[in-house]
């Protein structure tokens, strides 16, 4: 069973501060996705990558892909209150379902 | 944008009884569902594979005789938690493949909140 280590499960920081999520496997896989997921709703995608190396920007949002793609991160510039929620990290062999990680929950208060 | 559907979305049920969640993909087949488990504060946990037209492939610990998939259709897969008990309180998720025209793309439902009481 493919695993997805993600860390922190916990951050809680002030408005204004930047911050990094990572998502590490001993798996190799056909893309890696994150989510970010509001309470009592389904995940919503914010990035797909495929390619090992790749670089993604969301707005204040960036998101890499390790170049052996077995490993991402998502690192946020100035965190605001709005980017409170579960972010989730996700791997997919192709043909596969999507494996989570155990998610990091983020606080950022005001 | 493609969009799959859950319903109910939220449900209470006594203790005993069963529940069925369905799962609709509304703009596009898909041959392939997947049913989620999540608990408060944590990740989704994959329950299992659902096939269009052959038994659902469970993960390790999850009782195929409790929670029951039919995946009967292009567009709707159902999960049935039978002989519901309150330990199986927890938000149930879909999602569904789009594997038309070459895309590989997952799409999630809303998710159903069981509760049962």
């Known amino acids: 069973t493919q695993l997805l280590e993600q860390s922190p499960q916990f951050l809680s920081i002030q408005e204004g501060e930047n911050l990094t999520v990572y998502c590490n496997s001993s798996?190799?896989?056909?893309?890696l996705q994150w989510y970010r997921q509001e309470p009592g709703e389904g995940p919503v995608l914010l990035v797909t990558v495929v390619t090992g190396g790749e670089v993604k920007k969301l707005k204040r949002l960036t998101f890499q892909f390790g170049d052996a793609r077995k490993d991402s991160s998502l690192h946020i510039t100035a965190a605001q209150p709005g980017d409170t929620g579960l972010y989730l990290c996700?791997?997919?062999?192709?043909?596969?379902?999507?494996?989570f990680g155990k998610g990091t929950t983020l606080s950022v208060s005001s | 944008g493609a969009v799959v559907s859950q319903h109910p979305s939220r449900v209470i049920c006594k203790s005993g009884t069963s529940v069925k969640i369905e799962c609709r993909s509304l703009d596009f087949q898909a041959t392939t569902m997947f049913w989620y488990r999540q608990f408060p504060k944590q990740s989704l946990m994959l329950m299992a594979t659902?096939?269009?037209?052959?038994?659902?492939?469970?993960e390790q610990g999850v009782e195929k005789d409790k929670f029951l998939i039919n995946h009967a259709s292009l567009t709707l897969s159902t999960l049935t938690v039978t002989s519901a008990h309150p330990e199986d309180s927890s938000f149930y998720i879909c999602?569904?493949?789009?594997?038309?025209?070459?895309?590989?793309?997952?799409?999630f439902g809303e998710g159903s909140w069981l509760t049962v009481v």
């Open positions: 659902s096939n269009e037209g052959s038994k659902a492939t469970y």
């Open positions: 798996s190799v896989f056909s893309s």
């Open positions: 996700a791997g997919m062999e192709a043909g596969t379902a999507l494996i």
């Open positions: 999602s569904a493949r789009d594997a038309s025209g070459g895309r590989n793309t997952i799409y």
